[in-house]
């Protein structure tokens, strides 16, 4: 039976042979990297628990699966086990049952020894518990890149196409930054204007310092050079995942944010990429109708609960019908207000 054990982050052979067979377990994603551990400790105070099943004994053994988990401490959402806060997948990784239902047990056993009210594991690809509550709130999408960049240009649907050649008529301009300064400044306002917190700037320095070339920033400026819309995104393998973004209100106007993806798009089609991830949205939303607008299709994401001191899954979302009045007052803030009281409270949503 395979053993499991918390990954030790002081040891590099060992973050080293963990993040090895991240890259190469089918299941796993850009969120089971062992460098998360150190960003939910670092950035948010919270507790990582790395999990690691291995199968074999001494010198002969290997790592036959993985499980990412955090302990977020919140006194404003509750506590929970999650694989992984902030992560849009999660959930086990591994090569066989044995070692899936190892792990498992072994998060069951720290969430009860945590006193959690929960654990949620956030699967991409399957249900792995059909008895447990589940979340269908988020979907995800993902497409295949083609191969020559004019066929990505005639993938999209004939609308959103006009829209990117409006961007290029314009004279919008693509560049990679070097630094997170312009995206967070778009990022920060956009979600004010969304009535949602924006994570700490550190936070996506830290992601660059952590995965280096694996994190890019792509900015799209005006012929005038004004930053219209930013998006900070992950590779992983053979997938690029543009994950946040932000927009200025003049952005709309000018299709920045169309040129924008469809610019990482075509870059990631010169740099011979297989997938293009659009990430999750909640089903219902402006991102959902957008994404769906390219032509992605959606994909339902599998979060699993186990619940122990609650008997409905948490819903600490925007979509939540109590938490109106707080987005409608959140975006009257003044933004220097939001963005130094924001990751105080982001850091329990998680």
């Known amino acids: 039976?395979?053993?499991?054990?918390?990954?030790?982050?002081?040891?590099?052979?060992?973050?080293?042979?963990?993040?090895?067979?991240?890259?190469?377990?089918?299941?796993?994603?850009?969120f089971h990297r062992a460098g998360w551990q150190r960003?939910?400790?670092?950035?948010?105070?919270?507790?990582?628990?790395?999990?690691?099943?291995?199968?074999?004994?001494?010198?002969?053994?290997?790592?036959?699966?993985?499980?990412?988990?955090?302990?977020?401490k919140s006194w404003l959402f509750g506590s929970s086990l999650t694989s992984l806060p902030f992560a849009a997948y999660g959930g086990v990784a591994a090569d066989d049952e044995a070692s899936a239902a190892a792990l498992e047990a072994e998060a069951d056993r720290l969430a009860r020894?945590?006193?959690?009210?929960?654990?949620?594991?956030?699967?991409?690809?399957?249900?792995?518990?059909?008895?447990?509550?589940?979340?269908?709130l988020y979907v995800t999408f993902r497409k295949a890149i083609l191969p020559e960049e004019e066929a990505n240009m005639l993938a999209i649907p004939r609308k959103q196409r006009a829209m990117v050649r409006k961007g290029i008529k314009n004279g919008l301009v693509a560049e990679i930054d070097?630094?997170?300064?312009?995206?967070?400044?778009?990022?920060?306002?956009?979600v004010h204007r969304h009535g949602t917190p924006a994570m700490p700037k550190r936070y996506f320095e830290e992601l660059v310092r952590e995965f280096g070339a694996d994190c890019?920033?792509?900015?799209?400026?005006?012929?005038?050079?004004?930053?219209?819309s930013s998006v900070f995104s992950f590779y992983f393998r053979d997938e690029v995942l543009p994950y946040y973004a932000g927009d200025d209100e003049a952005a709309r106007d000018l299709a920045a944010n169309d040129f924008k993806y469809w610019e990482l798009m075509r870059r990631a089609c010169a740099r011979g990429l297989k997938v293009f991830d659009y990430g999750r949205s909640k089903q219902g939303t402006g991102p959902y109708a957008f994404k769906k607008n390219w032509g992605f299709e959606p994909q339902p994401l599998h979060y699993e609960y186990r619940?122990?001191?609650?008997?409905?899954?948490?819903?600490?979302?925007?979509?939540?019908?109590?938490?109106?009045?707080?987005?409608a007052t959140w975006?009257?803030?003044?933004?220097?207000?939001?963005?130094?009281?924001?990751?105080?409270?982001?850091?329990?949503?998680?």
Request: hydrophobic share 40%; aromatic share 10%; charged share 20%.
């Open 1 to 30: 039976m395979p053993t499991v054990s918390r990954l030790n982050t002081q040891d590099a052979r060992e973050l080293a042979s963990w993040d090895a067979y991240v890259m190469a377990c089918p299941q796993a994603t850009f």
């Open 39 to 72: 960003i939910l400790r670092e950035v948010y105070g919270h507790e990582p628990y790395f999990l690691l099943a291995r199968t074999g004994e001494g010198s002969a053994s290997r790592i036959t699966g993985v499980l990412p988990l955090a302990h977020v």
């Open 113 to 136: 020894q945590l006193d959690v009210p929960h654990l949620e594991l956030r699967h991409l690809d399957r249900q792995h518990h059909p008895d447990w509550p589940q979340q269908d």
């Open 178 to 190: 070097p630094t997170v300064d312009r995206f967070f400044a778009l990022f920060a306002s956009n």
């Open 216 to 228: 890019e920033v792509l900015t799209v400026s005006g012929p005038d050079g004004r930053p219209l």
């Open 307 to 327: 619940l122990y001191k609650r008997d409905t899954v948490p819903q600490n979302n925007p979509s939540n019908a109590k938490y109106r009045m707080l987005i």
């Open 331 to 350: 975006k009257k803030l003044p933004l220097g207000v939001v963005n130094w009281l924001g990751p105080y409270i982001v850091r329990s949503l998680g």
